[in-house]
């Protein structure tokens, strides 16, 4: 397994940008990097996916560092709406994912 | 449009008892995808189904099967049920669990407590 390193937990203030580490040293050349995120009793939630190019949508902002060994997913404006808990999945067999534990991030209004 | 369908959400089972949960996938999904959480060991990968069949399996005991019908929607079990099978059973479908710019949606899950 593609071994991933995340902070257990963050706080943001409301409305304030977020920067979300993950780090992947052993990701293979050919694997996506997938965010996805939980929010309080509900499955996980898509967020973005990239392999090598910095990634924007709706949603967030994925960065990823040029060695691929390390992304950073954010979040331009935290919202309430957006404490969950947050999960970089560097790796994946066909279609089945490795998550790990992610970090959990608290909205302060 | 509709998302993932799980039902039931949630259930109470004794020791011994078998269990069958449902997913009715996103229409023209044709990949379904189960996972189990605890707290103890996180997201972990039970199967996957395409097209009726069995793609991928995770790292489980024989007890937990499952099986896609030809409308996609698709059914987990778990036979002789152990207390460590207390979980959240989250499905999760894709147009075809391949291209990974389709993503995958989950659904809310099954909540099982076994007593």
């Known amino acids: 397994d593609a071994k991933t390193t995340q902070p257990n937990s963050m706080e943001s203030n409301e409305e304030e940008p977020v920067h979300l580490p993950c780090n992947h040293s052993?990701?293979?050349?050919?694997?996506?990097i997938h965010w996805y995120r939980q929010l309080p009793s509900q499955g996980p939630e898509y967020v973005i996916h990239?392999?090598?190019s910095n990634v924007n949508n709706r949603m967030a902002s994925l960065a990823i560092a040029e060695d691929r060994k390390s992304s950073t997913l954010i979040l331009h404006r935290a919202t309430l709406r957006d404490a969950a808990v947050y999960y970089c999945?560097?790796?994946?067999?066909?279609?089945?994912?490795?998550f790990g534990t992610g970090t959990s991030l608290t909205v302060i209004p | 449009k509709a998302g993932v369908t799980q039902t039931p959400r949630y259930l109470i089972k004794t020791r011994g008892q078998q269990v069958t949960l449902s997913c009715s996938p996103i229409?023209?999904?044709?990949?379904v995808s189960w996972y189990q959480q605890t707290p103890g060991q996180g997201l972990q990968f039970l199967f996957e189904?395409?097209?009726?069949?069995?793609?991928n399996k995770g790292n489980f005991p024989g007890r937990f099967s499952g099986r896609q019908f030809s409308n996609s929607r698709s059914e987990m079990n778990v036979s002789t049920l152990e207390l460590g099978d207390s979980a959240l059973y989250l499905c999760?479908?894709?147009?075809?669990?391949?291209?990974?710019?389709?993503?995958?949606?989950f659904g809310s899950g099954t909540r099982l407590t076994v007593v």
């Open positions: 189904y395409f097209s009726e069949t069995q793609r």
């Open positions: 052993t990701i293979s050349g050919t694997d996506y």
């Open positions: 990239g392999l090598t």
């Open positions: 229409s023209g999904h044709r990949s």
């Open positions: 999760a479908s894709s147009l075809d669990g391949q291209n990974y710019n389709y993503g995958y949606t």
């Open positions: 999945i560097p790796e994946q067999l066909g279609n089945q994912f490795y």
